[in-house]
């Protein structure tokens, strides 16, 4: 029977409004996510599988430097679940220009080459055999890792006590804000190594070295303050040092001794081996290596993780929630994909020397994409290694709310790793 108009009230006029229209609503979020596909989930479609039909419209006949693309096979071609964009998250030192000098040359990656990178600046120096990384301190706290060769270090704590320790590949240092210390390559070959300092802006090109100080002090001071007569420093060097070609050091015993004094030693070493260190988790995918304030306690504001991939495998889809991850690529080949709110998911390639860097919280993972092990670190400015393992989470949530969020059934749920694996096999 059909009911007079006058009979409808406007509530009820509204409230059959508002039921057409969630009807529609659902049925245009039906139509979305019929649209898409797994793998390939947004609307226009993304990704080059989506334009077979019309390959030249995705060629670039332009100007172009293959050896610089071919690097970035996922830049160029994106995988079709990309979206967005994101702040540059690579870097290199391979195209960061070499400071040279009689011993040994740097070269670095700040927050003024790499804007993302706020909480970590990194350094790639080599030391030839008896090559001297002058006596010298920072505004920042410096962490080393040793990628090649041996190195000797020395460094004075605030309570005047004398450290000084031989290191080699896949070794670690962490001098705090402040201490001074010195570096020197040993024989045969003298070594490489890559420093992280807790501080985008710090730069390898402007410390505070003490040849600059002496240069830079009235020589009626220098005298007073050293108690000897001003003519004993008539022949200092009125310029800095900075990396400069010394003899091979003698042994380390004799160093050490040289050194003593009535303060004794540090209670922590500031060297800790990381690559001979425990490891922290093991699968047939690979492993992870851990140093934190926990088993390097001296580090109080770098914590770092040494991660091999092995072919096929991969570092686990995860965040950490306490520092931006700073990244160097030791060995191999990677993807990585960083996800963040929008959505906004990117996708690029990364090879040895390179850089990466994801801010605290964004989503990602590292995939081995080459023949042979993958490994690289991991640099955190934090005191502590955190992660959260997205698997392991969704392992720990009661599964028939994980079965409603992604229409998978709990019995496939329970497959997933529930023991934060970190390195996923092949």
């Not at 060097?237 to 015993?253: C, E, K, R, S």
């Not at 005191?383 to 994980?402: E, F, G, I, R």
């Amino acid at each position: 029977m059909e009911v007079p108009l006058s009979n409808l009230s406007r509530r009820n006029i509204l409230a059959a409004g508002a039921v057409v229209g969630a009807a529609t609503s659902a049925a245009a979020v039906t139509t979305r996510a019929s649209a898409a596909g797994f793998g390939n989930p947004d609307e226009p479609p993304q990704g080059a599988v989506n334009a077979q039909g019309n390959p030249r419209g995705i060629a670039d006949p332009g100007p172009q430097n293959p050896a610089l693309s071919g690097q970035f096979p996922t830049a160029f071609t994106p995988p079709p679940t990309d979206v967005g964009d994101l702040a540059q998250f690579w870097a290199s030192f391979n195209n960061a220009p070499r400071r040279i000098q009689d011993g040994g040359w740097a070269r670095q990656v700040t927050q003024a080459d790499f804007q993302i990178s706020e909480e970590i600046s990194g350094v790639n120096m080599r030391l030839g055999a008896g090559g001297i990384r002058e006596l010298h301190w920072h505004q920042a706290a410096e962490w080393g890792f040793m990628s090649y060769g041996s190195c000797r270090v020395t460094v004075l704590d605030a309570q005047g006590r004398a450290y000084v320790a031989d290191t080699k590949e896949g070794d670690l240092w962490y001098f705090p804000a402040g201490y001074p210390h010195s570096l020197q390559g040993l024989g045969p070959d003298g070594c490489e190594f890559i420093l992280a300092f807790d501080s985008g802006k710090q730069s390898e090109f402007n410390t505070l070295l003490v040849t600059d100080w002496l240069a830079h002090t009235p020589p009626d001071v220098l005298a007073a303050n050293f108690g000897v007569p001003a003519e004993t420093l008539s022949k200092i060097y009125t310029h800095d040092l900075w990396i400069f070609q010394g003899t091979v050091p003698g042994p380390l015993a004799a160093d050490q001794d040289a050194v003593k004094n009535p303060n004794g030693s540090p209670p922590n070493p500031f060297t800790y081996s990381l690559a001979g260190g425990p490891i922290a988790r093991q699968t047939k995918g690979g492993m992870v290596q851990i140093a934190d304030s926990h088993n390097f306690k001296v580090s109080t504001t770098v914590a770092a993780a040494l991660v091999t991939v092995h072919p096929g495998g991969l570092r686990e889809m995860h965040w950490h929630p306490n520092a931006d991850e700073w990244q160097y690529y030791v060995k191999g080949s990677a993807q990585m994909t960083v996800f963040n709110t929008g959505p906004k998911a990117v996708t690029n390639n990364f090879n040895p020397g390179d850089i990466g860097y994801v801010k605290r919280n964004f989503g990602h993972y590292v995939k081995n994409v080459g023949a042979t092990d993958l490994v690289f670190l991991e640099v955190f400015k934090s005191d502590t290694y955190q992660n959260v393992s997205l698997s392991d989470w969704l392992t720990h949530t009661p599964p028939a709310l994980v079965s409603a969020h992604f229409n998978v059934s709990p019995q496939d749920i329970a497959k997933f790793p529930n023991n934060v694996p970190d390195v996923m096999p092949l």
